[in-house]
């Protein structure tokens, strides 16, 4: 992947310009700060450059959802998140919003409106499919052609908002060989990282889900395992260190981008 | 004396009834013991589940072994229900085989009535096999304690008890009517207990002994079996319906967010606000806590799939906890509740009102440690055939330990201390939140 140096605009900055975003990019807490998923906010970055949308990030107002306050019991915190951002996000005037973590888009989707944050809530899969369909975005193979890649549903993608087939139509856009696991779409395992898993140890049990589900993506021999959230790659990336195996977990967005050598 | 039969008929017919009205009052009593319902809102679309889901068995047929039996039982047992119509008639008039005018229509009945008995039977002799000796995985997880499996093998051979009784009486009948035995009115087909006429005897007053005896022992059986319900994981044949119609219809992932927190939060963020402001509204409002430690804090709905639950243990067979050995099973969730409910219920019982008994769902049958190993992945209510959600009461209970005891787990309370003070899960200075934009790869 080349270096990155593309202008990433504020808000704030648009604002100040006067100008308002085709659409509203929500980095997440794991996209702006985990070392992993930061190369997933560039790939995606570069995509939205290279489909030439016109975009905004918040940057420093962007406040975690609230999404793993509660999920572990908190609705004080995840009220009062919901609210601090719904109000910056009305106060932008904010009407549509591209996000590529799964969490941040479920309670950006449906949480937030019933607290009076009503906007056009995209997964990054989602609008990558869109870009495509407009022809802003030409997808070819180039170094993935032929590649054998299996597709890990993340939880809050799928089962919680029903989005099985818009990554599947991008992979297989790819010219590669889609292999699916036994378990997949609505019966897909949970990586282990759901419900604020991510932020402490596991109960006590004889093995470690992420470890289960990697088993289960290496079962059908991929080259590639292929996720769509933040949290899902850095559990099977340790799943397939741990395995000791030299399968890449990628991004689709990180699988776009690197595609198009961008 | 020749009605004696009749009165008989009638009284354990009354005795069944009264009894089985009562464990449905108090079914509904201890339902109602749960807090209220989110509104429920979009009553078409509630009834169109009923009819796909918890009617058409469109999740139960997902795993098509399982589900095809089961379809197969669930119509044996609601068609040849029909058949029951004619028995209570019967019973109670002193008739025998009181629809036989209607001539073929009433043939071919009892034919698919006989078809579909052999059916239920071979099902039924099928989910025995799976349960005891190819012993599927998910019947035998720790939760599957001696009531639950006696429980699910009590009404295998019920159901088996009752299929033979129906095929052994429509047996011993025939063999009256070609006998011309007196009071046995010609009429039915017997495609299925035809084979079985040779094994019964020839005379009259031995056949007629056979023939009332299943009959007798049918119509008890299924009385029996109706009171049986209330205390069995068999309740499921009637609070399917309910169960799914109060289901939620929301996207799976979109938790409720709660008013009484909306409330306070938006004083709390409301520059404009008094703080020293008198908020009571002058009536006695309701001293609500968050979240649920015993069965009083959790929804009405919660309560019911309790009760509806059939520990079938899909969602048990699914979940990510369960299969990585951690102690959380969600079908576990829905028995302790169960369990705890009944507890409750036989309190209030026994004193009229509900007597603290020092004991709660959460600790004295939910641990903590159950609680804390959900993901939130939604693979239970996914699974489930009624869409009972075990994941709403983990959700409750956790929330009674952050809001009300604060017992988070330490690093979860670490996590929720650095979103409160830098706005991420993790320790970064919230004024770097874009750095990532000006490294270089």
Redesign the interface.
């Known amino acids: 992947m080349s270096d990155f140096n593309i202008k990433v605009p504020t808000m704030a900055e648009y604002i100040a310009e006067g100008k308002q975003p085709e659409v509203l990019f929500w980095v997440g807490c794991a996209g702006s700060f985990d070392d992993r998923a930061k190369k997933i906010t560039k790939a995606f970055v570069k995509i939205l450059h290279e489909a030439k949308v016109d975009f905004a990030v918040l940057g420093a107002e962007e406040n975690c959802t609230g999404d793993p306050a509660k999920r572990a019991g908190n609705e004080f915190l995840f009220q009062m998140q919901a609210m601090g951002n719904i109000e910056v996000l009305n106060g932008y005037d904010i009407k549509k919003i591209v996000t590529a973590c799964p969490h941040c888009f479920n309670t950006l989707k449906n949480e937030y409106p019933s607290l009076g944050g009503n906007y056009n809530v995209m997964h990054h899969t989602e609008l990558i499919k869109q870009l495509i369909s407009e022809k802003r975005l030409t997808v070819e193979g180039g170094t993935f052609k032929g590649k054998k890649i299996t597709f890990h549903d993340p939880c809050y993608l799928g089962r919680a908002n029903n989005i099985y087939e818009v990554p599947r139509e991008i992979i297989s856009k790819l010219e590669v060989e889609l292999v699916e696991m036994k378990k997949c779409k609505t019966n897909g395992l949970c990586c282990g990282a759901g419900g604020a898993q991510m932020f402490k140890d596991a109960e006590k049990g004889d093995k470690e889900i992420n470890i289960q589900r990697t088993e289960e993506a290496l079962e059908t021999e991929p080259e590639i395992i292929a996720t769509a959230c933040p949290f899902c790659n850095t559990m099977m990336t340790d799943g397939i260190k741990i395995k000791e195996k030299d399968v890449e977990v990628l991004d689709i967005a990180e699988i776009i981008a690197n595609a198009k050598d961008l | 004396m020749q009605y004696i039969d009749n009165i008989i008929f009638f009284l354990i017919l009354a005795v069944s009834i009264v009894f089985f009205v009562k464990n449905i009052k108090k079914l509904s009593r201890n339902i109602n013991l749960g807090v209220k319902n989110p509104q429920m809102d979009n009553k078409n679309l509630r009834w169109k589940r009923v009819l796909k889901i918890a009617l058409g068995q469109s999740e139960m047929v997902k795993r098509p072994i399982s589900g095809a039996l089961h379809v197969v039982v669930y119509l044996g047992f609601v068609i040849i229900n029909i058949e029951v119509l004619e028995i209570m008639t019967d019973g109670l008039l002193g008739t025998h085989r009181v629809f036989a005018p209607l001539g073929a229509v009433y043939n071919i009945g009892i034919a698919s009535f006989e078809i579909l008995a052999f059916l239920v039977l071979v099902s039924v002799i099928v989910f025995w096999i799976r349960r005891n000796i190819i012993r599927v995985k998910r019947f035998w997880n720790k939760e599957m304690t001696s009531w639950p499996k006696n429980d699910a093998n009590f009404i295998l051979y019920t159901e088996m008890v009752l299929m033979i009784l129906f095929l052994i009486m429509n047996a011993a009948d025939s063999k009256l009517q070609l006998l011309g035995a007196e009071h046995y009115t010609i009429g039915g087909s017997f495609p299925i207990s035809q084979y079985l006429t040779g094994l019964l005897p020839s005379d009259i007053s031995s056949l007629i002994m056979i023939e009332r005896g299943a009959w007798w022992f049918h119509i008890i059986g299924i009385m029996a079996f109706l009171n049986y319900l209330y205390y069995s994981k068999h309740l499921h044949i009637l609070l399917a319906f309910p169960t799914t119609f109060y289901s939620k219809i ?6 409720e ?2 008013e009484s ?2 409330k ?3 004083m ?2 409301d520059p404009d606000a008094d703080p020293y402001a008198d908020t009571s509204s002058g009536e006695e409002e309701e001293i609500s806590s ?2 649920a430690k015993d069965i009083f804090g959790l929804e009405k709905r919660q309560l019911l799939g309790a009760y509806a639950c059939t520990e079938c243990g899909r969602c048990t067979s ?1 979940c ?2 369960s ?6 099973s969600p079908r576990a969730i829905m028995m302790k509740t169960r369990d705890r409910l009944e507890e409750v219920s036989k309190n209030i019982d026994k004193n009229g009102e509900y007597k603290d008994d020092g004991k709660m769902l959460l600790n004295d049958y939910i641990k903590p ?1 159950e609680l ?8 239970c209510t ?1 699974a489930c055939p009624i869409q009972i959600d075990p994941l709403g009461i983990i ?1 409750k ?7 009300e005891e604060s017992a ?2 330490q ?2 309370n ?3 201390t650095n ?2 003070n830098n ?4 320790q ?1 200075n ?8 000006k ?3």
């Open positions: 929301e996207a799976r992932g979109q938790f967010n709660l927190v909306t306070e939060v938006k709390m963020m968050f979240g699914v990510p906890a299969i990585t050995g951690k102690e959380l440690e804390w190993a959900c993901t939130t992945c939604n693979a996914q959700m209970m956790r929330q009674y330990l952050v809001m988070a787990p690093e979860l670490s996590m929720m979103i409160e706005g991420a899960p993790w970064f919230q004024a770097d939140k874009l750095n990532w934009a490294e270089d790869n």
